[in-house]
């Protein structure tokens, strides 16, 4: 029995800064509150956290998430799930990868495991990424 097909969504950009300045955004509670939302994000893997903003219809406001790894400043995976049973159901993961490159670093996130029921989500996350990682590379320029 084969397995559902599920989609990802991936963001790349090259940031001119260091990968050690985006890795601070990246794993800092309260800097991710500045680029994406509230937060008690430690980066230790197995720590559960919760992204929290306004709730709006169909969903509670509340993201679940597990650290999975953590490799600074290199690779940072967490899980990333509805808040509560009136939610979605939504299961994804998250990977930030950091490159060293010419003139910066390559960043790339990936928000995987969307499945066909999420389609809801998939569309509203892909349209937003974008616009999320430009934030961050905003905050992690602000850095000293």
């Given amino acids: 029995m084969s397995m559902p097909?599920?989609?990802?969504?991936?963001?790349?950009?090259?940031?001119?800064?260091?990968a050690e300045k985006i890795w601070r955004a990246l794993t800092s509670a309260p800097l991710i509150a500045e680029w994406l939302?509230?937060?008690?994000?430690?980066?230790?893997?197995?720590?559960?956290?919760?992204?929290?903003?306004?709730?709006?219809?169909?969903?509670?406001?509340?993201?679940?998430?597990?650290?999975?790894?953590?490799?600074p400043p290199r690779r940072l995976v967490y899980s990333w799930g509805d808040g509560t049973e009136s939610d979605s159901g939504l299961k994804t993961v998250v990977t930030w990868t950091l490159t060293p490159a010419d003139g910066g670093t390559h960043v790339r996130m990936e928000q995987s495991g969307f499945r066909p029921q999420d389609e809801g989500g998939y569309r509203g996350m892909g349209g937003g990424w974008p616009r999320i990682v430009a934030k961050l590379e905003t905050i992690a320029g602000g850095l000293v």
Wanted: charged share 15%; aromatic share 8%.
């Fill in 5 to 18: 097909a599920t989609r990802s969504i991936v963001v790349e950009r090259l940031m001119p800064h260091p």
């Fill in 37 to 71: 939302m509230q937060n008690d994000f430690e980066p230790v893997a197995g720590h559960h956290f919760t992204f929290r903003a306004t709730p709006v219809p169909g969903w509670s406001g509340v993201t679940n998430c597990v650290v999975l790894e953590v490799q």
